[in-house]
């Protein structure tokens, strides 16, 4: 079956350590996104990738960083300079701009807490 | 500033009756609008969309309606049924050839048997 996954299901962080969260899909979707989700704010984007080797900062990108190498894997990096990183973060994935209404593809989400 | 809102945080409804929730949007070049169910600790699903030409679009119990002048879209779930106890997301995108959506914050909805 096709989709997304992510990994891992809960990651703990220590002070000013670098933890990068997994996410692959093999939906053959050009576009893939990070959002995270804070209680009481929805889901706000971090960044976004339209094609390979390509991607742009979302609304909130400071202190993260992604990579898109393989069209089908889109890791995030929550780095130190994040100053408040714990929260569940969500991949997910979408054709290309041909079909706005079929809507992204959710991943199942990394919990990230800071110890 | 919150370009998609949904103002009621969370919403009881008995199980066989309607559950409408509702989203409002400030920005009006928005041309496309989603809804999603999310469970706990799961990643959000797709339930159904709509685009701004048209102001109703119908899914087995699921619609959707789009009001343009009000710049506000409701979904209906007719009949309720407890399964349907999640939280719901509104998403709203404009339709500048990078599909970005915008999410509301929410609505958590409760199917009480």
């Known amino acids: 079956d096709g989709g997304i996954t992510q990994s891992p299901k809960y990651l703990f962080r220590k002070e000013g350590q670098n933890v990068t969260l997994s996410c692959e899909q093999n939906?053959?979707?050009?576009?893939m996104y990070w959002y995270r989700q804070d209680p009481g704010q929805g889901l706000r984007l971090i960044y976004y990738?339209?094609?390979?080797?390509?991607?742009q900062k979302g609304d909130i990108a400071e202190g993260y960083s992604v990579s898109r190498e393989k069209k089908e894997s889109f890791p995030l990096t929550v780095t130190s300079a994040q100053k408040n990183p714990t929260a569940f973060y969500l991949c997910?994935?979408?054709?290309?701009?041909?079909?706005?209404?079929?809507?992204?593809?959710f991943g199942s989400g990394t919990r990230l807490t800071v110890v | 500033d919150q370009q998609v809102k949904q103002n009621s945080p969370s919403l009881s409804v008995q199980e066989g009756r309607i559950s409408i929730l509702n989203c409002d949007y400030t920005n009006s070049m928005f041309d496309y609008f989603l809804w999603y169910k999310k469970y706990p600790a799961e990643g959000p699903t797709f339930l159904i969309s709509?685009?701004?030409?048209?102001d109703k679009n119908e899914d087995g119990r699921f619609t959707v309606f789009l009001n343009k002048s009000a710049k506000h879209l409701s979904l209906h779930i007719v009949p309720s049924q407890p399964g349907d106890s999640a939280v719901y997301f509104c998403?709203?995108?404009?339709?500048?050839?990078?599909?970005?959506?915008?999410f509301g914050t929410g609505t958590r909805l409760k199917v009480l048997a």
């Open positions: 997910a994935s979408s054709r290309d701009s041909s079909a706005p209404l079929d809507g992204y593809t």
């Open positions: 709509i685009s701004s030409i048209k």
């Open positions: 990738s339209q094609i390979v080797n390509d991607f």
């Open positions: 998403a709203a995108s404009a339709a500048s050839g990078t599909y970005k959506y915008i």
């Open positions: 939906l053959n979707h050009d576009a």
